[in-house]
């Protein structure tokens, strides 16, 4: 009876340990593939944005930009898929241990279990029980036995059942290792049709690359009109923050506040703070779009030995599309800065967003803003597909990567 216990306990705790531990890859490989299915929606969105750009016959970085991205989400992917068949293989070798630790196990209740069978048959009919029970020394004795007959019969029939729960389990971990080995072989398939696209991708931006070095001057020309466009842009912006920030210190002097800061009334600090504790939860300010540019300091995708300075990020979007703040706040300002097209900036307490390349802007300065409000259509040159939004998070005078403050879809 004492060893019945302990095998039911044994079965019980291994059992619930492989539950426990397929309960854990279900959750890792449900990241994974969320992970895959955004993926997936980033590169249809990029072969969307390629396919109106290529209508444009003349080769562009914007094209490029685009493909790079679209290269980097197939590598993304791929990295995915061999995390997730990571995963699979250890769930198969889990399974497999499992398998042969339940047939082991089943081996041994049959084995038990044939001896106990033996055992009844060779004292199978009632008068020897009966005999058993009579031939006791005393009437304590005689209750023991009784008691004995009654056990050995409820441990049979315990056996009986630990053999066919150990079947059903078995069952059940031979369908999961069978699962996981058809989910490895799909897997390994894509996997390999994702190594394909990648090269062809590779080659392609090699291609373009080649092209484009042929039209360096150009490069020149346009990289020189977009960073005097910057730097007016990053004027702008600071005189903006440093009017706001005299214009706020000397209220709060008025009111006997010498703070050295941004001195901000308890709604802007609340409206700051709020802010502050969404980082990486804010909307991305297009409803669809993918990064194309970067934050900081990043080479030139064509011309050698020239470095690019983005203060904030781009993101490429659909034609038609428009620009929405991601946080509620105040218009700070709305300006027209020749090369980034009209300008949108909005106060969140200490904070500040930017938002560029608008051909017709919605809201004007003083005006409450709400998240997700649409602040304007943004820019489509005439005869091109290139159509995008860029965006910059100021915190006082520091700029902020932008990509780490919106939701990483």
Same mark, same amino acid.
């Given at each position: ?16 340990l ?40 003349? /080769? ?11 290269i ?14 990571k ?17 082991? +196990? ?28 009579f ?5 304590n ?10 056990? *050995? ?14 079947? +059903?389990? /078995? ?44 039209? +360096? ?9 977009? +960073? ?14 440093e ?6 210190r ?28 969404? =980082? ?41 599309a ?28 200490e *904070? ?22 649409? /602040? ?27 990509? *780490?403050?919106?939701?990483? =879809?």
């Amino acid at each position: 009876m004492y060893r019945l216990k302990n095998n039911i306990i044994s079965l019980i705790s291994f059992v619930l340990l492989i539950l426990l531990v397929q309960s854990s890859f279900a959750q890792t490989k449900k990241e994974l593939e969320q992970k895959k299915k955004k993926l997936q929606r980033e590169i249809r969105l990029t072969n969307k944005l390629l396919k109106e750009t290529r209508k444009d016959k003349d /080769l562009s970085v914007d094209e490029l930009l685009k493909l790079k991205s679209k290269i980097n989400s197939r590598s993304d992917l791929i990295a995915a898929m061999n995390s997730e068949m990571k995963l699979i293989n250890k769930e198969i070798s889990n399974s497999k241990q499992g398998v042969s630790d339940l047939e082991n +196990e089943l081996t041994h209740l049959k084995s038990e279990y044939a001896k106990i069978i033996y055992y009844a048959f060779k004292h199978r009919s009632s008068y020897d029980k009966m005999m058993f029970v009579f031939a006791s020394k005393d009437v304590n004795q005689a209750y023991k036995r009784l008691k004995y007959i009654q056990q *050995y019969a409820e441990y049979r029939k315990g056996q009986a059942a630990e053999i066919v729960s150990t079947q +059903e389990t /078995l069952k059940v971990k031979i369908s999961t290792l069978k699962q996981s080995n058809q989910e490895k072989t799909v897997l390994v398939s894509l996997e390999k049709q994702e190594k394909q696209n990648l090269a062809i991708e590779k080659a392609e931006q090699e291609n373009i690359v080649k092209k484009l070095q042929g039209k +360096e001057q150009e490069l020149k020309d346009k990289l020189r009109k977009k +960073e005097a466009a910057r730097r007016k842009l990053q004027k702008a912006i600071q005189r903006i923050i440093e009017a706001e920030i005299r214009k706020a210190r000397e209220a709060a002097k008025k009111s006997g506040n010498t703070s050295k800061g941004f001195p901000m009334t308890p709604e802007a600090l609340k409206l700051s703070n709020s802010f502050a504790s969404n =980082k990486g939860k804010l909307p991305w300010p297009v409803k669809q779009g993918v990064i194309t540019a970067q934050f900081g300091k990043h080479p030139h995708p064509v011309l050698a030995g020239i470095i690019i300075n983005n203060n904030g990020i781009d993101i490429s979007t659909t034609k038609g599309a428009m620009a929405r703040a991601v946080f509620n706040g105040v218009v700070s300002s709305v300006a027209i800065i020749p090369g980034e097209g009209k300008v949108v900036m909005i106060r969140h307490g200490e *904070y500040l967003t930017v938002y560029s390349y608008m051909s017709e802007v919605f809201v004007k300065k003083g005006d409450k803003i709400s998240i997700k409000q649409d /602040l304007g259509i943004l820019v489509n040159e005439a005869g091109k597909a290139k159509t995008q939004v860029h965006i910059e998070i100021w915190k006082g005078m520091t700029k902020l990567n932008p990509k *780490y403050w919106i939701y990483r =879809k």
